[in-house]
């Protein structure tokens, strides 16, 4: 399995307060991702890295930020988490980019915003 | 707008028969094609690839099928088994990014 670590793994947290997930890895790959998982839409990207300090925003960015200080962490924070932004969050980790090869997940954050 | 579509939210298929879970995309510049499988409180895990210059790949029970004029592909899986129940997600490659469909939830019966 590719080191890929998801930190909480499970938080409840109240509306307007900040969140800050961690996303660590031990593979030194170049790209990694941010996605949510939501009933009726699957895996939406919210943003990715593809080297250190180098982040860019996917579909679903709004109200989101991130951090890549180095290669093996990547951080995601809601800024004043919203009950929309309750979610199961998805890290994952790619050697090059994806146009020849796969993506590893991590096994997922469960946010609840109450 | 969503570029990745998976219209069939459940399959239900016999032990041993063949599973077909289908995908249609809109973006004619994606040109890598992948099927993740998901459990329950797990992540995705890779399954198999497409590059868009072939028509077909296969791993033991799995082939993908692309069509390009149809902009569709399809996953077949033979013979099917109980533990091929799980979230099968549809993705397409553009440039760094990778766009996932809503998913199929197959579940293989004994």
């Known amino acids: 399995d590719a080191g890929i670590t998801q930190s909480p793994r499970h938080k409840v947290t109240e509306t307007g307060t900040p969140v800050t997930l961690r996303c660590h890895q031990t593979?030194?790959?170049?790209?990694m991702y941010w996605y949510r998982q939501d009933p009726g839409h699957g895996l939406r990207l919210i943003h990715y890295?593809?080297?250190?300090?180098?982040?860019d925003k996917g579909e679903v960015s709004d109200g989101y930020s991130v951090s890549r200080s180095k290669t093996e962490d990547f951080l995601l924070t809601l800024e004043s988490a919203t009950s929309s932004q309750t979610s199961v969050y998805f890290c994952?980790?790619?050697?090059?980019?994806?146009?020849?090869?796969?993506?590893?997940f991590g096994q997922g954050t469960r946010l609840t915003v109450v | 707008d969503q570029q990745v579509k998976q219209n069939s939210p459940s399959l239900s298929v016999q032990e041993g028969r063949i599973s077909i879970l289908n995908c249609d995309y809109t973006?004619?510049?994606?040109?890598?094609f992948l099927w993740y499988k998901k459990y329950p409180a797990e992540g995705p895990t890779f399954l198999i690839s497409?590059?868009?210059?072939?028509d077909k790949n296969e791993d033991g029970r799995f082939t993908v099928f692309l069509n390009k004029s149809a902009k569709h592909l399809s996953l077949h899986i033979v013979p099917s088994q109980p533990g091929d129940s799980a979230v099968y997600f549809c993705?397409?490659?553009?440039?760094?990014?990778?766009?996932f469909g809503k998913g199929t939830k197959l579940t293989v019966n004994p």
């Open positions: 994952a980790i790619s050697e090059s980019n994806l146009m020849n090869t796969e993506a590893f």
């Open positions: 593979e030194n790959h170049r790209y």
């Open positions: 890295s593809y080297g250190v300090k180098d982040t």
């Open positions: 973006n004619s510049m994606f040109d890598y």
């Open positions: 497409i590059s868009s210059i072939k």
């Open positions: 993705a397409a490659s553009e440039s760094e990014k990778l766009v």
